[in-house]
Each structure stands twice: as C-alpha cells, then as structure tokens.
C-alpha cells in the first residue's frame, strides 16, 4: 500500500497540480476497484433474481428505498450500522499483524453481559447514571479486551490458530452468558425470558439529539478514527504492520512482536466489547440471549470488504446497514425469503475478494513508466 | 419394566451411541478438510458446504424419492463450492481464509434461500444397518443401528490415510503442500492439484451435510448445523492431518455432544450449558495441550496460511 | 399484588369477550368494511417450522382471507434493535394499523417504544405481559397452551406402557414449566404411577441436541415422548423411528409420526386474529389483554392419531370438557418435585390465574430439575 505513493514516476516540470492528479489517479484504484466489484456483484445478482421470475429493478429500488430512500431508512441503516463498526474493527485490527479473529461475536456477547452485571449493585444501591454507565463501559471494554488478549496470547505464545480459537472462544462466550443468565443471575422478575436484573429506564443511554439513532454510533465512528491514526500515524501502528507484513523481519528488527499481537488482540476485543456495551446500554437494558444476534459475525464481511481500513469501515457498516434494513421491504413487497439479503451479501463478498487480484494490475493505476 | 432400566450406564451406551450418530458429519467434513489442506490450502467454507450440502441433499431425495440420490447431489454440489473455492484461490492476491468465510456466508445464505420449500416436506431417510440383534437391550440395539454412510467414511478415512503415504497422488497432493517450488520443479501444476482437491473435498463436506438432513437428525431446517462445518476445521488441526486421528477426533466430537442431554437422563442437570458446549472446550483444551510454537507441528502442510 | 393482577386481568378478559360478542353482532349487520387494514405479522423463525412460527403463520393465512385485510409478514427477525425497526417500517413504508409481534422478546423494550411512537397504530404481543400503565395502543394476547398439554398428559397417561413419559424442553422458563407440569399433572390424573423425565436443551431450535436428547430419554425407558421447543419436526420423527409414541407441541406434527403420535397441543392463533381484524375494521377498540384456552377457542388438540388407546381417547375427551368448563389445573396439596408444598390442601389456581405465568417450579413427578 504505502508503495504507491513513493513511486516517483512524474516528472518534475509538470509542477503540483498534475503531481496532485497523478497521485490521485492511482490512489482512485482503491476505490474504482471495490465499486466496479460491487457493480459486478449487482450484475450477477440481477441475473439470479431473473432466472428466478423476480424483476431486479423492484428488487433494487425497493433496496434503495428501504435502505436508504427515507429519513426513517436512514435512521434504520444507520442503528443497523452501529454495532457493526465496532465489530468490524475487532476483525480489522488485528488484521493488520496478519491475523484473521471471526470471533468478535463472543466479545460482544461477554462484554454486554459483564457490563450488564456490573450494574446489578450500583443500580440497587441507587447510583447515578454516569456512575452506572461508566461501570458498565469499563467493564465491558475490559472484558472484551481480555477475551480476545487472550486469543492472541494463546497464538503468540502457545501458537494456536486464531482463527479456531476466537470462534471456539464465542460459543464458549455465549455458554458463559446463558449460565448465568438463566441460573445464578437471573432477574425473577422476568420469569419468561431469562435475563439480567434491567439497568432502569433512567441509566440508559438515550437517543442522538435529531438523529434517532442511539449514540453508539458516534462513538464508533470516533473510534473507527481514532484507530486509523493509530495504525497509520503511530510507531505502534507502524510496527504493527511491518509485522503483519514478515513477522521474520520484525523480530530481526527487534520489534516486541507477542506484545503488539496481545496488544493490537486486546483493541480489537475493547471495540466488540464496547459493541456490547451499547447493545446493553442503549438497547436492551438487561444481558439475554438476544445479545448474540450474529453482529460480530457480520462484522467480519465489514471489515474485508473495507480492506480492513478503519476509516473505509464506516461507510462499508453504513451500507450493509442499510442492505439489512431494506431487507424486511423486500420480505413483505416481493415475498422473497429473508435469506434474499445473506446471499446478495455472500456474492459481494466473493466477488470484492476476487477482485483484490486485479489492484497493480490495471495499467490505468500505474505510475508513468511502470510497465510491471 | 426394569429389565430395560440400564441406569448410569445409559451415560457411557449414550456417548458411544452418540459418537456414532453424531461424528458422521464431522468425519465427512474433516476428511474433506484434511486433503484440502495436505494440498496446502485452507477452506473455511465447508461450514457453507455442509448447510448447502444439507438442504440440495434433501431437496433432491424428497422430489426423486430416492435419499441415495440426494446424498450424491449433495456431494455434487459441494464439489461446484469447492470447485468456485478452488478457482478463486488461484487468483494473485486472494486470501483463502478469506474467500472461506466469503463462501460460508455465501453457501449458507443459498441453502436458506432455495430451502424454504423443503423445510415442510418430508424425505425418505437413508437406511441403516442393524448390528445390535443379539443384545435384548433396546438401548444397544438402537445404538448399534449404523448408518452405511458411517462406514463409508471410515474406509475413506483409512483409504486416505493409506493413499497419502502409498500412492503416487498421495506424493503429489503432499508435496503440493509441503513444497509449492518442489511440486513445479517435478513438472506438477499446484494450481491444479489445489483445486482438485478442494473440488473433492467440497464432495466429501457435501455428503456429510446429507447425512444431517437425511439421517440424523433426518430434516432441512436453516438451524442444522450448529457449526459442525467450522468444527471439522479445527478437528484437523488437532488430527494433525492424518486422517486416521481425524477419525478419532470426530468420534470424540460425536461423544462430547452426547454428554449433556445423557448427563440430564440420568439426573445430572447442573450446568447442562457447559456440557452442550464440551466440544468446544474440549477441542480448545486439546489445541492448548498439544500445540506448542516452539516445535513446527507434525504433519502440517508447509504451505498452508494456517500454519505459517 | 397477585390479587390485584388478578382482578384486572378477569375485568379485561370479561371486556374482551363484551367486545367479541359486539362485533360478531356487527358483522351480521355489515358484511362490508369501511376501510382497508393492512396488518403486520412478525416471527422470531422461518414461517414453516412446524411449530411456534408456523402456528401464527396458518393462522395469518387465514387473516389475509378475510376482505379487506392486507397481511405483511416477515420472518427470522431477532428480539433486537431489528424488530423495533421492523415494526416502524411497516408502519412507516407499508401503513400497518395493526401488528403482531410472535416473539417473546419483542415486548419489552422494542414494542412498548414503538406504541409509544406510534400511537394510532395497534400492537399487539403474544405472550401475557401487559400490564396497567403500559401504552394503551398495545396489549397482549395467549393462549393458554398448558391446557392442552394436560390433555395431552391425559392421553399419553393412558397409552404408556412404562409409566414413563419424556419431555425434551428449550429452557427453563415458566411457559414451558408450566406445560411440563400441565403434562405430568393430567398423566398423573388418570395413572398416579406416571414420571415425566425432562430434559433441557438449552436452545429453542437446535436440532441435533433434540435428537440426542430425544434419544436419551427413550433409551432411559420413557415410551412417550414429547416437548417444547420452537420445532417439534425433529423431536417427534426421531421417537416415532425409535418406536415410541409421541405429542405434539404448537402445530400438528401428525403426518410426522402414523404410527406412534397420540395427539398434540396447538394453537389456535386465528381465533384471536380474526376477532381482532373485525374489530378494527368496524371501528372498535381491541382489548389491551386478552388470554384464553379450551374455553374461548385459542387452543386445541390434534385429532388422536394411532398412538392413542381407545381408554385413552375417552379419557382424553373428557378432559377436553373439563377444560372447557375451566375446571382447574392446579389443585392443592401439590408438592414440587424437591417436596415443598407449592398449593395448600383446599386452594386451587383457576386457568389464567397470572399465577400460572410465574411458575418457577417442576410438579412432584417430573424428574428433572432447573438450575
């Protein structure tokens, strides 16, 4: 990536303009590409949705409408949109050093039920709401962080697979919750639903001013940033990813490369964490099984096909926010299954990943005078 | 009727009861997974494979009337997701773990997609074999009722394991996956042998998914497969590569399923979460055990992203 | 506080069958509707699962019949942020005037939210948990299912040859409590040497732990098997292939089981969906709770299939008539299954007693515990 910009292959009479377009040309590759994917991606489907007798331009107007179209589409893509930042960037960090977590969801889960526990005894000794919250806040973000440490503790130190790892890790999660959700710490006064004592109407987080949507998503997009300086304007993010690149070279480089594993691990578990603490404090109110709802899971098709860049992660969350929002129209308008969605997403998907071959391969992007 | 009441004993006869009902998909699955990787790349699709595998299975038994044929539907579907996997993963630049889950979500929304229908309709089941007549215990005779399909993939497993070793593909798909460079050095395409591998891999994850919908549990329904597909993935880990262990290991799977529904039988009813999540601890207990960075392990594939 | 739940709940149910009796009076003088209602339907799982979602979706079928009614269903939608805004994208996109959220967890926060949003839009929620104070544009609706599972209990107490009855649950909570006691309580009615053995799966649609829990049980010796979870499809064809009878559970599972299946416990969700969509459509209010069983028609058995012993069926019969006439379930002195006394001698609960929705026991009888 950061090989591109340091071609010089313009010459130096064309002066700060063309220097400008010409840098810019080449960067566009990483954003011509993923659009000309996604366009493909679309193509294809539209055929699927003909073989099938459906019209595709229903099925797209109908995506735009749900997803987009409306003020309320927006407030439905963007609340869809917010837990899935967080949990994109519990992949994309990570992914940074090389490593592929697929177990995000379990942060989440764990980290939203800690929280939701942490509450129990300063909601019932009548603490104030910042008092509550910032229990819950920290207790979620730590669990997370641990949770997913550990998965890179156990890949740098005892060498096991991360990929296996986090996701053994998440139904292990998810054990943890429903034991004691439906044992030890199960709220009596939901005898139907097996849940935490609820954190009370006044400790939950409210709404954006006029947005509608709850303040999680703020807080992603903030971190999403936060992150994207962190890994391409800090020494940290710098070593991180010469160890993503040869983990070889940055040991020869003498690079603490088992702490910036845990460590970078450690981020990414605080943000799915953090997911769960907004599922808890802005939307639940209680720990239950409805916390694993499959974001983390999501997360993880946010996060490639955002290239695992932070800052790309926000407008990729937006919109297959908004591709689930629309959705249920589809449902209803088209009666077509809810599985409509899961597949025009697994085609993107694919076709996004193959089109990761054609980037330095176009001529178009190419400094003047490459003829790689 | 006491002379059925078997008791404590009934834990025991239901895990081996189990181990057999249960590890067939994950036998399939793994074994699929196993020559993937021996050729030296990793497809975390299977899961999607399986789900698909599951529903095409299905689909195809209840409208020819014959569950063979879905089983071999099945198979050929999971070759044409092996097959895309395969031709994908041959491109420059492409991540096969990523394509995996690509695939998994892919597989998996398509079989909930096209499986709608058939989640009313009822297929006929594959047969099973008796071997349990000369015990009086109903118990013994119901475990012992064997589905074909279970020896099926243990004379694979073996067939694998000796194939790897003794024959000239065996040579090949392993030096595919130890050695990229040595392969094309003894004029092997690696991208050929790649992607007939995964193609037949994908076959053997098929197959294991019609044995969830055509035997055991014997429906289509889209909460199936509870990850069995993701599973086998890591059982190969832990099998080293031979297909032998992977045989073992889905035994081992098949009984720590069995364990928390046969503990509440017989009055063990605390904690039932964690014994329904036993394979999972279990199998992350197993890799932290035996899994060391200090030593390469053996039998892993050189050339596999997993591993490196 | 029980007393007082229980008067207002018996002062609604007596409003809402007023108001069932008003509009059956204006539909025979009005066959025509004044205006069109289109209403929303929403599962927590596939429509065709042969159980829970498939019970509301039958009898959405049979809504969309009615004229002038537009139905707008959407399935698989998880109790959370999702289902809030499915809700108010049909109201928003499809001009819903009146939804049913099926799933449990879509009451609280996501339902009450939107009805506060939303007030001249209808909401209605399947499960008991209205209560005073709660938005007036929502309310509940039941059916009391454990009534059915008492018959079921009835019939499968008479057609066991063990004396051993198997129960394959989701999760402990009181609904499926109170049908595993329902159950143990009629077998225990008609053959006192009756055990219900249950077994949790932890899960409510999980396939393959159905199976081996189904398979547990038979191979402890219990020769009836039934349950409740979301999908019953897997539970009864793997007792029917081990050879042992079978119940049903939320939807017929009948043509699952030819020879083994004695009769099921279902809803009957059309009763109250239709009473409702007349009731909008002639301009009326809709009750804010309403809960019935055998007696208002919201649940039913499966016709007695081969499993069922003619004794069996006689006797089945008759406990039909009794639920009707809402003879009570719990009578005292019963004991739980650690030996407390959970009813003193001389007291008994009536059917909707909002006692029975908070059930945190197993009834002497039933081997199985739930913690």
Redesign the interface.
Known sequence: MADIAQQDGVPAMAGGLAETMDRLRRSSEYVVIPLFALVVAGLIFSLFLFALGQSPAMFFSLLW??GFG?G?SW??TL??AAPLILTALCVAIPARLGL?I?GGEGALVLGAFTGAVASIPLVNAGAPPFLVLGAMLVTSVATGAVWIGIVGA?R??????E???S???S??AI??M??FV??ALRD?GN????STQPIGEANMIGEVPGLGVHWGLPVGIVVAILLWVLMNRTTFGFAARVTGGNVRAARAQGLPVGKLIVTACAIAGACAGLAGFF?VAA???KA?A?LA??YGFTG??VA?LARQNPIAIVPVAIFLGGI??AG??I??RMGM????V??????M??VL??S??L??RLPFFRAKGDRR | MNETDIGFWGVPLAMFAGAIRVSTPFLFVSLGECLTEKSGRINLGLEGTLVFGAMAGYAIAYLSGSPWLGVLAAGISGCFFGALHGCICKLPKVNDIAIGIAMMLFGTGLAFFFGKPFIQPQAPHLPSISLGGWSSLPQVQSALEINPLFFIGVLLAVVMWWAFKNTRWGLIVRMTGDSAAAARAMGYSVDLVRFLATTVGGFFAGVGGAFLSLYYPGAWSEGLSSGQGLMAVALVIFARWNPLACFGAALLFGAAGALGPALQSVGITQGYYFFNAAPYLLTLFIMIASVSPKRSLKGAPGELSITK | MSSFLLSRRTLLKSAAIGSLGLTTGLLTQRPAFAEDLTIGIIYVGPRDDYGWNQAHAVAAKALAQVPGVKVVEEENVPETIAVAKTMESMVELDGAGLIFATSFGYYSPFMLDAAKKYPDVQFRHAAPLWKEGDPKNAGSYFGYLDQAHYVDGVAAGLSTKSNKLGFVAAKPISTVLSNINAFTLGAKSVNPNATVQVIFTGDWSMPVREAEATNALVDAGCDVITCHVDSPKTVIQTAEQRGVKSCGHNASQADLAPKGFITGAEYKWETIYKQFADTLSKGGTLPNFLAGGYDLDFVQNTPYGAGATPEAIKAADAAKADMKAKKPIYVGPLKDNKGNEVIPAGTSHPPYDPWIDQINFLVEGVTGSIT
Do not use: C, W
Request: proline residues 6%; positive net charge.
């Open positions: 409408k749900g409306t309320f407030q439905n609340v869809r592929v697929i156990l740098h130190y005892r060498g096991i697979n990929t296996i790892a996701l053994l890790m139904y292990i054990a943890i429903n034991f439906e044992g009596p005898p139907n639903k097996p599922e939307i639940q109110g239950n409805s709802a499959g993880i098709l490639f689930a929002a249920g129209l449902q209803r299954p809810d599985a409509t899961q597949v025009l997403q697994g085609l998907f694919v990943l193959v990761e071959t980037y330095g």
